[in-house]
């Protein structure tokens, strides 16, 4: 009886069972297949981890600044009872000594400055008002303390340790040479301060280099730009991801640049959104005399009409 003839394959195999006698297609190598893309960093993990820098540097500052004075105290006394006792007096010392500045930091950065809280009165107050609890709802941040500095000049700043215990400064004449957008930008760009947590670090800076300024001033100029040098550009992105409209904050810019006649001093020129004209030529500059690239006012605005 003839046996029946199977069918086979161009090799001469027998044909895979469900596959009717087509070879299976071959897969990719682990080898050849693309590595999945990178997770999207949010905007907002960003300026938490820049807030993390910043309080991390400004602890290293005020815990230097503090440690200065105890290591004086702690050698004479322990040239006196023991040198044993030297090094548990430094640590102690230290860290009383870091503490206090780190709650009197605020106070002696606004020291001089005759300030009062900003009541809604009026449509310029009333104004700010709105515009700041609208943008701290967007931004996740309680209100900062509004106080108003009575100078012609328009310029603002924040300082503060804690989101909860920020205080945001105008002078009396930002308000009425802004517009509305303007005045939106300028507020984002604080709020940004206060998320970034460049407000703690204008605080620790206020407690290190005033000290440093008078004993050693190009000391005191490369610790500030340490501190507080390279900071705006970054701000400047994050308040346009709050208005979503670049223009208002470089008009504002603008016209701020044009009225730089605000109080100065080594603990305030850095502080303020635009330096004051008398400290122009030595701010942000780490005592090199060169502004950090895109520190300046005419550099922002630059950065932002390209946005």
Not at 129 to 151: Q, Y
Not at 196 to 218: F, I
Request: charged content about 20%; proline content about 11%.
């Amino acid at each position: 009886m003839p046996q029946p003839v199977r069918s086979r394959n161009s090799r001469g195999r027998p044909p895979r069972k469900g596959q009717g006698g087509r070879r299976p297609r071959p897969q990719p190598s682990p080898r050849e297949v693309a590595p999945p893309p990178p997770p999207a960093v949010s905007p907002y993990e960003v300026l938490s981890r820049q807030a993390v820098a910043n309080r991390r540097r400004a602890r290293v500052a005020v815990g230097l600044t503090g440690a200065l004075p105890a290591l004086v105290v702690a050698v004479v006394i322990g040239a006196v009872l023991g040198w044993w006792l030297a090094p548990i007096l430094l640590i102690v010392l230290t860290a009383v000594a870091a503490a206090g500045l780190w709650r009197l930091g605020p106070g002696m950065a606004l020291r001089g400055l005759e300030l009062h809280p900003l009541a809604p009165i009026g449509r310029e107050a009333a104004r700010l008002h709105n515009l700041v609890d609208g943008l701290c709802a967007v931004a996740g941040l309680p209100k900062p303390r509004l106080m108003v500095l009575d100078d012609a000049s328009a310029n603002c700043l924040v300082v503060g340790t804690r989101p909860e215990d920020t205080s945001l400064v105008v002078t009396s004449g930002l308000l009425p040479a802004l517009s509305r957008i303007e005045m939106e930008g300028v507020v984002a760009h604080q709020l940004s301060h206060i998320r970034r947590g460049d407000a703690l670090v204008g605080a620790a800076a206020a407690v290190t280099v005033a000290p440093l300024s008078g004993l050693l001033p190009s000391l005191g100029a490369r610790t500030t730009a340490w501190l507080l040098g390279g900071r705006e550009p970054p701000t400047d992105v994050a308040a346009v991801g709050l208005t979503k409209f670049p223009p208002g904050l470089a008009g504002a810019l603008d016209k701020m640049s044009s009225l730089r006649t605000a109080p100065s001093s080594p603990r305030l020129d850095l502080l303020w959104d635009v330096a004051p004209a008398s400290a122009a030529p030595k701010a942000r500059t780490g005592g090199t005399g060169r502004p950090r690239p895109g520190d300046s006012v005419e550099d922002r605005i630059s950065a932002l009409r390209e946005l």
